[in-house]
């Protein structure tokens, strides 16, 4: 009998093991995890005091063509990191960010990514000034744009960028841009080719209609 009393004990200890490291592991690990995405937002900080000359005034705006400088502060990280990643392999075609991201490493743009994306709830978001008639309208026209950027603007997944409260004229711009071929990703090139300009203004205004998460970064 005392061997099958010991091996119960024994089956009952390892259980009992597994338990502790269950509950203490994992701790452990988020602990880790949570110090390391600190670590990355103090220095994408640190990093990010060129981006607020454009990125850190409200509806600053670039001039030929005409668009709003686009809202940062409180969008998704991951989005944000293949931003900065396509403009430093020229998918994306701006100078000036193309120059900026390709001036950093890998690390930097993902600790910029962290940081801004840190800002979520910390800024005051503002809607921007739309167009209530195109709005309307471009609400009927985002049930394929909602598979991704959601109904209401907010991404369906972090690889998304969140659209709503972001300035018309940039998301025309963005569009505009897929559609010509200045940024290249295959599933926007294809959603925008055969948008006409008023779809594009009414689908802009509709996103920038609803209430969102993006703001400027906060002065320093």
């Not at 109904?151 to 997944?157: C, D, F, K, M, N």
Request: hydrophobic share 40%; glycine share 6%; proline share 5%.
């Amino acid at each position: 009998m005392k061997p099958k009393v010991w091996s119960g004990f024994g089956v009952l200890a390892q259980l009992g093991l597994l338990l502790v490291l269950a509950i203490v592991f994992p701790s452990r690990v988020h602990a880790a995890v949570s110090t390391r995405r600190l670590s990355e937002i103090a220095r994408g900080r640190m990093l990010t005091f060129t981006c607020i000359g454009c990125h850190g005034l409200r509806g600053i705006e670039v001039t030929y063509p005409f668009y709003n400088v686009p809202k940062v502060a409180g969008q998704n990280r991951l989005y944000l990191f293949n931003a900065l990643m396509d403009y430093r392999k020229n998918l994306r075609n701006f100078p000036t960010m193309r120059a900026q991201a390709q001036s950093m490493t890998v690390r930097d743009l993902r600790d910029i990514a962290a940081y801004f994306a840190s800002l979520r709830n910390q800024v005051h978001p503002r809607t921007p000034l739309f167009n209530r008639s195109e709005a309307k309208a471009g609400a009927k026209m985002i049930t394929t744009c909602a598979a991704c950027h959601g109904l209401h603007g907010i991404a369906v997944a972090p690889e998304f960028p969140d659209l709503a409260g972001q300035y018309p004229s940039y998301l025309v711009r963005a569009l505009k841009e897929y559609q010509t071929g200045l940024r290249k990703n295959a599933i926007m090139n294809s959603m925008a080719a055969n948008l006409t300009h008023r779809d594009m203004v009414d689908i802009a205004n509709y996103f920038a209609s609803q209430k969102g998460p993006l703001g400027q970064i906060p002065k320093r």
